[in-house]
């Protein structure tokens, strides 16, 4: 019960947040002197950046305690959390290729933090085919725990070697730092509210996982 | 000591098996060559552009290559549980994942080996034979990573209803540092590109060190459930 209640509280402060966010966006922060308007996204996409990192962490977590306590509390955390991740990461995706293509003239370009979080989405994407490949309940949590792990102690190798990999080429670009006062702000409240649509999400999903394997067991007495 | 006289073992089990059954290594050598025959289509190799495509094209080789042996070999363990018999046998789980780490370097480096070869025959460049004591490291440190990775995901990908045709999925996004240190430092030394390769084989020992570490932790948890 006490779930429900902070799922309900997190889903009415969004209706307040998510259109506050967007306003502060597109109303109140100032216009970037050299990109424009379309700089604007980076609001949306730096927080949904960080919304992405924060689930697939949650996954990591989820999948060593996982490992630890066998318990498959922890597993649909770990997937529901992954199903999030992956959802943040192609909005990543998507997001940074629509800035790019005004801004860099491409829709893509291989820059080693967008090669890393390409591989960072195939290696989710890997984990749910995996996941849907193994009809034993425990088998599947066991096995997806280990890619869980795996794959996020493998993104900073990625991240490293792609790097150094660009690093023979020349730089494609440089991203000017300094935000101004305002803009710094509407991307805190931006980062903030993306925040709380992640624990939003992971909750629902959660308790909506949660009821389906319970249904599921009540099922299968009522066959016996 | 018990640790590695198991590890032998398992890999002389594999030889023999390989040796008997030919199984994965004749099916790896067939599929290199094939690879060698379309590539000289698909790229138009000549005298002047062969030593600057042959770092990408035999990474690619060694690659999917890799994946065929690695989920064969992998298969024949999951063929009638035949791990079990391994899993309820006095081997630890750790042993048996260095053993069958061993088997699929030992295919791995000869299915390689050939590809060279036969490289150099085929497309007239004898160079890269003369080059093996430089690119010994490169080879080395590469396959390694492929056989660390590829023998703890081949495992995850033959138990499910997939089977093998999962395993790119999951080996492929996770290799790429060694994809990438593999292609480059061969590149360097080929093509004679300032800088050397040191860098690279850095890269490709973290790579190992880590990959080692974490699969000793986790490969009983793939075994034993």
Known sequence: MKTNRIIIFLFLSLLILMPLDFFLIFRVAPTERVMGDVQRIFYLHISLAMAAFLSLTVVFISSIIFLWKKDLKWDTAASVSAEIGVLFATLVLITGSLWARPIWNVWWTWDPRLLTVLILWFIYIGYFLL?????????????????????????????YATKWWKSIHPLLTKQGGGL????????????????????????????????????????????? | MKFMHDAVSILRKDILLEIRGKESLSLMLFLSLLFLVIFNFALDIDKENVSLLASGILWVIFSFTGILGMGRTSMSERDEEAYLSIVFSPVSAESFYAGKVLSNLLFLLLMEAFTLVFFAVLFDFEKIIGMLPQLLPVLLLGTLGFALVGTLFSFL?????????????????????????????????LNGKPGGPGRWLQIMAVFDMLYLSISLLLFRYIIED
Do not use: C, H, N, W
Request: glycine share 6%.
């Open chain 2, 157 to 189: 990908a033959t138990a499910s209803r997939y089977g093998e045709v999962l395993l790119p999925f999951l080996y492929l996004p996770v290799v790429v540092p060694v994809i990438l240190g593999g292609v480059s430092s061969m590149d360097i030394i």
């Open chain 1, 180 to 224: 101004d006062p305002v803009m710094k702000k509407v991307m805190f409240f931006s980062m903030a509210t993306f925040f709380v649509l992640t624990v939003f999400l992971f909750l629902f999903r959660f308790r909506l996982a949660r009821m389906e394997e319970r249904l599921l067991i009540l099922k299968k007495r009522m066959e016996d």
């Open chain 1, 131 to 159: 996941r849907g490949g193994i009809a034993d309940r425990f088998r599947k949590a066991q096995y997806s725990a280990v890619i869980g792990i795996i794959g996020y102690v493998d993104i900073p190798v990625v991240r």
